[in-house]
């Protein structure tokens, strides 16, 4: 700026003198100022960064993952062998096994003593003969006492570590069970959520169960029996199970995201986890630019913790809810007094399934940005067949079966963290004022020699210049 100045007030130098310098002036504001809108770019494309977290998480402090467990079997054959083609219970059988009929027949048709949900419960499999042995940080537990029936996208399963209705929910819905065990050993449901974790104060045994340490003899292992004499129709084109690992406060999707378990092996799934915390200068960028929702941000209709899953899960309610007049009983009942959907409603919800990714359901699945706190378990899987005949069964209970039943019948499945700590991963502010202003005035004070001076000094020669110019107008 000096230079500038002594150029053009200096009236001895050559006219190409006082040319050069003022290209080169001209070139350098050019690039300083094309420097600092670059900057600002980047701050308004990027305003949020993830970075890794300088502390280490114990698992001890998060829970252990909610645990899905599914039969492929849709329905017992024992239970629906007898009933009769075109009938109410059979066209409820047809829906069960996903096989087309014609349900226009059954519109008119009275419901009196049992409805699609209540029908899906007494000829689905229950918990108690699902699974048969539990067995968690080497201790035996009754499998009743840790697993609860749930209504999921693929019928009847069990489910574990889920966190309590009472915390989850908005108000109650019929289809809702409690899922703590009534038993000597009883678990107490406490609250849990992201943010906040477990409460300060906790009882001596809770739930959701937190993590206990690395390896199998630390997580959980439970004994499957798939019944396969009384299969009736698969959700695939196999026998087995699906599991899927999630957070405890996720409405699991077990159609989508379920990881097959095959009867005659046993499956070890080594449980990966990942925490996304955010820092709270984040919350003044908007949640389109860092694509992520506080919990207090966003109100859920049914749920009470914001996350992905539960605000698509409500979208996918609302969708059915516009086009079939009900909801699916697997969803969430985003208005108590809305219609479960029934028989009468199995051609409309044949015909929203086909269309469930049109646009207006596609438009409220994009408004359902990721929670800036959350917590995912990675499976890793891996899987070995059961011995042969001539090898004995590891385990008290695998004891009490021949090898052709076991390999015919049931699975061992495993579940552990690998590792007792992990880092999680900080979403936090690309630039903050202070940074920009670092960055744009490096950059003008190396080009130009800009400075906060500089500013003033402007402000006083414009000042003197009008002053005499007021002046001489007087």
Not at 147 to 156: N, Q, S
Not at 159 to 176: C, D, G, T, V
Not at 237 to 258: A, H
Not at 273 to 300: G, Y
């Amino acid at each position: 700026m000096e230079v500038l100045r002594y150029v053009i007030s200096d009236t001895s130098l050559p006219w190409w003198v006082k040319l050069y310098f003022t290209l080169i002036f001209a070139l350098v504001v050019f690039v300083a100022v094309n420097l600092a809108v670059g900057i600002y770019s980047k701050w308004d494309s990027t305003p949020v960064i993830i970075g890794i977290s300088s502390t280490m998480t114990p698992i001890e402090q998060i829970p252990f993952p909610a645990i899905t467990v599914c039969n492929m079997n849709q329905a017992k054959k024992s239970k629906v062998q007898h009933l009769n083609p075109g009938s109410l219970r059979y066209a409820m059988l047809q829906k069960t096994c996903n096989k087309e009929s014609n349900y226009s027949q059954y519109v008119d048709i009275q419901q009196r003593d049992e409805t699609f949900p209540n029908f899906i419960f007494n000829v689905s499999e229950k918990c108690a003969d699902l699974i048969v042995s539990c067995t968690f940080h080497q201790q035996k537990i009754s499998c009743t006492d840790i697993f609860r029936e749930v209504f999921v996208d693929e019928g009847l399963c069990c489910i574990f570590n889920f966190l309590h209705p009472y915390y989850l929910y908005k108000f109650k819905s019929p289809y809702i069970r409690d899922y703590t065990s009534s038993g000597r050993f009883a678990d107490i449901a406490v609250d849990w959520d992201p943010i906040a974790g477990y409460p300060q104060r906790l009882p001596s045994s809770y739930y959701p169960r937190p993590g206990v340490g690395a390896g199998t003899t630390k997580g959980l292992q439970i004994i499957l029996n798939g019944h396969v004499n009384d299969y009736f129709c698969s959700s695939t084109n196999g026998q087995g199970f699906k599991v899927l690992l999630y957070n405890p406060i996720d409405q699991p999707r077990m159609k989508e995201s379920g990881l097959p378990v095959m009867i005659g092996h046993q499956t070890s799934f080594r449980i990966i986890a990942r925490s996304f915390e955010a820092l709270p200068n984040i919350r003044k960028i908007h949640r389109t630019k860092r694509q992520c929702i506080f919990s207090d941000e966003q109100e859920l209709l049914f749920y009470r913790y914001y996350t992905r899953r539960n605000c698509e899960a409500e979208c996918d309610s609302l969708y059915f809810l516009r086009h079939c007049n009900c909801i699916p009983y697997y969803l969430p009942l985003v208005y108590p007094n809305a219609t479960m959907c029934d028989v009468v409603h199995f051609e409309c919800l044949n015909s929203a399934e086909l269309q469930i990714f049109d646009v207006k359901s596609s438009q409220c699945k994009e408004l359902c940005l990721t929670s800036c706190h959350d917590l995912i378990f990675f499976p890793d899987a891996f899987t070995t067949p059961f011995s042969q005949k001539d090898v004995k069964a590891q385990g008290s209970y695998l004891k009490n079966f021949s090898s052709d039943y076991i390999r015919n019948n049931l699975a061992v499945v495993n579940f552990f963290h690998t590792e007792n700590y992990f880092r999680s991963n900080v979403r936090t502010s690309y630039t903050g004022p202070t940074e920009y202003m670092a960055l744009t005035g490096g950059i003008m004070s190396l080009m130009i020699g800009f400075s906060v001076i500089f500013i003033a000094e402007i402000i006083y020669l414009i000042f003197l210049i009008l002053t005499m110019l007021f002046l001489l107008l007087l």
